[in-house]
């Protein structure tokens, strides 16, 4: 049980039936249209799993956020943590502004649809205002392994040998590398990535 965010393939997205996402895919479009901008229809397909490859995206949501906030609120703009954080669903698409579906999603009434590019961002901002050592936190987060970089050990050790604003909290930077994989991942693959 927990918080997950997992990747979408094309499948599941336009899946019309009650757990899939085609009323989401079909009122994103919809507003895409009503933007001026084309519709949002190549995804790649499910693959079979296999660590390590990239090709999936799954961690969880386990550490403390205070810290993260406090973080995005002092780094960020006043609407920019909003921004960041406040979305359901990530699509790899350039959004100037959030969209909103009056449809149910996984831990709200509504779905709050973010652009990944916007995301990326912000959570590269936050990623040089603490230093985070980006070359030894994973990329390929295919199964919880950013997660258990940080949980089992990994990111004390590489903290004690690379010490930085982002070893004060590794809660934060736990969440810092998370948006910011999720958005490297969202817009590598062309999938969107969900709460689950």
């Excluded at 336009?14 to 001026?36: H, K, P, Q, Y």
């Excluded at 919880?144 to 970089?149: A, G, I, P, S």
């Excluded at 690379?162 to 809660?171: C, F, I, S, Y």
């Amino acid at each position: 049980m927990g918080i997950y965010l997992v990747s979408v393939g094309a499948r599941e997205w336009f899946d019309t039936e009650e757990e899939g996402m085609g009323a989401v895919a079909a009122g994103l479009n919809e507003e895409l249209r009503r933007r001026g901008l084309p519709p949002y229809e190549s995804l790649p397909e499910e693959t079979e799993f296999v660590r390590g490859a990239g090709l999936q995206f799954e961690e969880k949501l386990v550490p403390s956020m205070e810290g993260f906030l406090r973080l995005a609120r002092d780094r960020l703009a006043p609407s920019e943590p909003e921004t960041l954080l406040d979305w359901s669903v990530l699509v790899p698409v350039p959004l100037d502004m959030e969209i909103e579906l009056p449809i149910e999603s996984s831990y709200s009434d509504t779905t709050v649809i973010a652009g990944a590019p916007q995301i990326l961002d912000l959570a590269r901002r936050l990623a040089e205002a603490t230093c985070l050592p980006l070359d030894e936190i994973p990329e390929a987060c295919d199964n919880l392994d950013l997660t258990m970089w940080f949980l089992d050990g990994e990111a004390q050790r590489v903290a004690a040998a690379r010490p930085g604003p982002w070893a004060e909290d590794l809660d934060a930077a736990f969440y810092v590398a998370l948006y910011l994989r999720a958005a490297q991942h969202s817009l590598r693959r062309g999938c969107p990535i969900v709460y689950s």
